[in-house]
């Protein structure tokens, strides 16, 4: 059974910076596909930012481009976010996720495990 957990949520204002971490456990963290995703209240899940398994390959959503860097180190089981120049419509719960397999795409049928969410806030 795979777990995720995630940690490094938080308040912050605006223009501030937070750092996501989500440990993983259960298969071969180093063959999938992570990802980030969030859901903002009265909003649907969105996609975030996603990684191959080997970290060389990364993908992100349009208005987070240039802002946050996913990155992941296999010899320890995690995936990062890092999160600089926070706006307020960044606030959601953040999720990690693993991919079906060692690239995905930004669909949320294409990731079979889930964390169980992290907070994210920003406001001055």
């Known amino acids: 059974q795979v777990q995720l957990i995630e940690s490094g949520g938080g308040s912050v204002q605006p223009g501030g910076s937070l750092r996501l971490s989500c440990a993983a456990s259960?298969?071969?963290?180093?063959?999938?596909?992570m990802g980030w995703f969030r859901q903002a209240p009265g909003k649907e899940r969105e996609f975030v930012a996603r990684i191959s398994y080997s970290g060389r390959t990364t993908s992100y959503t349009d208005s987070v481009k240039g802002r946050f860097t996913i990155s992941r180190d296999n010899a320890k089981n995690t995936v990062y976010l890092q999160m600089n120049s926070l706006k307020p419509e960044d606030t959601a719960v953040y999720y990690c996720?693993?991919?079906?397999?060692?690239?995905?795409?930004?669909?949320?049928?294409?990731?079979?495990?889930w964390g169980q969410g992290t907070q994210v806030t920003v406001s001055s």
């Open positions: 259960g298969r071969t963290f180093g063959s999938y596909a």
């Open positions: 996720t693993q991919g079906r397999r060692g690239w995905v795409g930004a669909e949320i049928p294409e990731y079979d495990y």
